[in-house]
């Protein structure tokens, strides 16, 4: 039973090999950050989180890398508009860098928050300008881009003359792309195909954000920085490249362009990974479109088409409940139906703290059936034992199958309702071994908290609780049950707190000792 992954270069489930095993490298396309990420932006990072930590569960050293675009992301791929960062900046009077600290600072605490473990290596596209320079300067070597006033542009024509096939991740043909081109955009009369696309962009006066270059003041076209750090930190040839399903074309179409005219000479990445998009009434979910919902707005709710808030756990589960391939609409009701599914996993994991090992002893399992064993019979377990280890190996399917979480999530649900009925049931505990029982109490923990990465959340309102318990000892000390106000007291007391009865009434206050 291995992993396998749909290959979006090859149109095809594949068995993951790593290229150097145990090692294996997984670059994700990481975050724009000029502004909050919304749901749509968290899919990714989500979905690779989980494939990371799965990976790493199946032993293999992973280093996972997860890049910040801070400069050169162009608002179209038409090479057109102004920087998305020096926008924001602008509208916001500040220095583009500031914008871009803030916006990754957020991101980072999201992205926490969703429980995603932090990158191994959180490269930013400009402190990386030296790479990206060097890599044109190959492309140029190689005869596949040409300069013209200042600007750098690959030929996309002359590379897939070469027989390289552009177009071959996203599967279009050189002569669709030709007639589906939009002429007449700004830069278009420097290139010599509508099809090229910018290695290195010649700064206009009023540009903040700006190196120098041999080809002058400039900055980098935005499909530059992932080839150049992918190759930088885990080698001309990574194991898996992943972002949104929208990121396709033109961003990876041009990375592999990118890598295999360079002195890589390679695609880049082994296996090419996208997950597909979030959407709302079936519209993908865009900036562009303004049918986002704000990761931060969303924790605390209402907002957008959603009447309610939703927990970043919630969220995880949501997200995780669909595979990673198909679209997922946000509603409401979807929200709701995850919050009870994450619930009951949370449910299985408290069912487990008491469901162990050790209450399996013999002496218990003797004790608790139905038919009396006789001295030194063990009870016959091989069936049922069969049955839990089908159930544990049923999640593992699902996770081998492309990664698909709806289906081990669904296995999980089967499982912990054998878990249930072994709890329930006195009679069935002598049905399962000591042994099969650990494995597959131990196999729901991995997966629920240490592959699927869903951790509980402090649902209670300490501050309720607490108003609460107040009110009990108001009681208490109405009806001059003393017993119980002492009780209340030491109780708060162990938790730092003090009870104060004043003129007002009962207050409470932080114990000073
Ligand atoms: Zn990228």
């Known amino acids: 039973m291995s992993l396998s992954l749909y290959n979006t270069l090859t149109r095809k489930k594949e068995e993951f090999q790593p290229v150097h095993p145990p090692q294996v490298g997984v670059y994700l396309c990481g975050p724009t950050v000029y502004s909050e990420a919304h749901l749509g932006n968290a899919r990714g990072p989500v979905v690779f989180d989980v494939l990371t930590r799965y990976l790493r569960h199946l032993q293999y050293q992973v280093r996972y890398v997860r890049n910040i675009t801070d400069v050169g992301h162009l608002e179209s791929d038409a090479d057109t508009g102004e920087d998305k960062m020096e926008k924001a900046a602008r509208a916001a009077r500040i220095e583009p860098m500031q914008v871009a600290q803030h916006f990754t600072n957020r991101y980072r605490q999201h992205m926490l928050s969703l429980g995603c473990l932090p990158p191994d290596i959180e490269p930013q596209a400009s402190g990386h300008i030296i790479e990206q320079i060097q890599v044109i300067e190959e ?6 881009a040409y300069e013209v006033n200042g600007s750098v542009y690959f030929d996309v024509p002359k590379y897939d003359e070469e027989g390289k096939r552009y177009g071959k991740l996203s599967n279009r043909s050189i002569e669709d792309q030709m007639a589906n081109s939009r002429a007449g955009l700004e830069g278009q009369s420097e290139k010599r195909s509508p099809l090229d696309f910018a290695l290195w962009k010649k700064a206009s006066p009023e540009h903040i954000m700006r190196w120098p270059s041999p080809w002058g003041e400039g900055f980098p076209g935005w499909h530059l920085e992932c080839s150049a750090m992918s190759r930088k930190y885990l080698g001309d040839l990574s194991d898996i490249h992943g972002g949104g399903l929208d990121l396709m074309f033109p961003h990876h179409e041009c990375e592999i362009a990118q890598s295999q005219g360079s002195h890589s000479h390679t695609d880049e990445a082994r296996f090419w990974v996208h997950n597909n998009m979030i959407t709302v009434n079936g519209t993908k979910m865009s900036k562009s479109l303004g049918n ?22 919630v969220v995880r589960f949501f997200l ?19 919050r009870k599914g994450y619930r009951k996993l949370m449910n299985g994991l408290r069912l487990l703290d008491r469901l162990t090992a050790d209450s399996f002893s013999s002496d218990v399992i003797r004790d608790r059936t139905v038919a009396p064993l006789a001295e030194g019979r063990q009870p016959d377990t091989a069936a049922g034992d069969a049955e839990l280890r089908k159930l544990v190996a049923d999640v593992f399917v699902g996770l081998n199958d492309d990664l698909n979480t709806a289906r081990a ?6 499982l912990l309702r054998k878990f249930n009925t072994l709890a329930a049931t006195t009679a069935t505990m002598a049905t399962v071994s000591s042994a099969a029982l650990t494995d597959a109490v131990d196999a729901y923990r991995a997966v629920v908290s240490d592959i699927l990465g869903l951790q509980d959340e402090p649902r209670a309102n300490a501050e309720e609780l607490l108003k609460l318990t107040l009110e009990f000892y108001t009681e208490a000390k109405a009806e001059k049950a003393y017993d119980k106000v002492d009780t209340i007291r030491a109780a708060l007391k162990s938790q730092g707190i003090v009870i104060k009865d004043t003129k007002a009434g009962v207050e409470w206050a932080y114990s000073e000792e």
């Not at 492309?139 to 596949?144: A, R, V």
């Not at 919902?293 to 605390?300: I, P, Q, R, T, Y």
């Not at 995780?320 to 009701?333: E, G, I, K, M, T």
């Open 139 to 144: 492309i140029i070597g190689n005869g596949l």
């Open 292 to 313: 986002f919902v704000l990761l931060g707005d969303m924790f605390k709710g209402p907002t957008g088409p959603l009447a309610f808030g939703y927990s970043p756990m």
């Open 320 to 338: 995780l409940q669909a595979h990673y391939r198909s679209p997922v609409d946000v509603s409401d009701d979807a929200l709701q139906a995850a």
């Open 409 to 414: 999530i669904a296995s999980l649900f089967n």
